[in-house]
């Protein structure tokens, strides 16, 4: 008996002794039922908007607010990807660090800037197939139409690149949405106070359901000249594939996060974006982004 209670016990040092070189189980949900939200706010590469550190917090306190979904805030694309994440150095490597991958997630929300070099092949292509295949959401902040900028798909996939922009200033815009949902915290004519994108030529207001655009009727010879078509839309939504993309442009100005109008449509949007809200979206080439 004293010799095969040894033996037990031998075993159980060993054990003991291998638990930091056993891969752990993964944990938990601690938020059973709630949406999750992944922020990335990768700007190693790029440009430091002053505006992306409040930007990040405002989503995370409009989540508290809702008690809609659950956000995840990363200065990093370390998530961005179907692998499992393992960790590194003498402490970690091989093992489990409770680091969840995008199949954890409902949308993500890109704040990044900068070319795509911060991605691996295998994070592109994840990040596409989350949305297009998956079904799942991308929201866009005011950097992310210059983020991956080498990187066609991606401007596939939230609409266009931003080729110009014109400095903070008052500018009149016009609310052109009624239905989507946060839209009618806007009046149908307002003047704000930003900085506002000029998107390529390729992408036009029949490629997306425009919300927000820029009024021409006050532009100056100069400003129109930016485009020559005059369709300059600053935020709009879009299909891709099985997904939901929402693109707001603005939001250089952190003043504008504090906005009680903007909180409102963000808040919807992403509400929808992560599939809470329901919302099928009217514009010509919508059934066509569909079958991508």
Partial sequence: ????????????????????????????????????????ADVRLGFHHDSINHAMGVIEQLGRESGQWVTFIRTDSQLITKKEILGSGTRYQGRRVNARNLDFFDAVFILSSGDSSSLDDEQKEALLSFVRDDGKGIVLGHAASVAYYDWPEYFEMIGSFMKSEYRVQPFPLIRESSTFPGAT????????????????????????????RLDTSGMTE??????????????????YGNGRVFNQTIGHREEVWDDPQFRELMTEAI????????????????????SK
């Avoid at 009046?187 to 390529?200: L, S």
């Avoid at 929808?272 to 009217?282: H, P, Q, R, S």
């Fill in 1 to 40: 008996m004293r010799k095969t209670l040894s033996w037990v016990g031998v075993l159980a040092i060993a054990l003991v002794g291998c638990r930091t070189s056993i891969a752990q189980p993964p944990a938990n949900d601690p938020w059973p039922g709630m949406k999750k939200l992944l922020v990335v």
């Fill in 185 to 212: 915290a806007f009046p149908e004519k307002f003047t704000y106070e930003d900085q506002f994108a000029v998107m390529e030529e390729h992408f036009t207001s029949d490629d997306a359901e425009v919300i927000l």
């Fill in 222 to 239: 100069e400003q129109l000249a930016q485009r020559a078509d005059g369709d300059f839309p600053i935020v709009w939504a879009k299909y």
């Fill in 271 to 290: 509400k929808w974006a992560l599939g809470i809200t329901e919302y099928e979206l009217t514009y010509p080439d919508a059934e066509e982004d569909a």
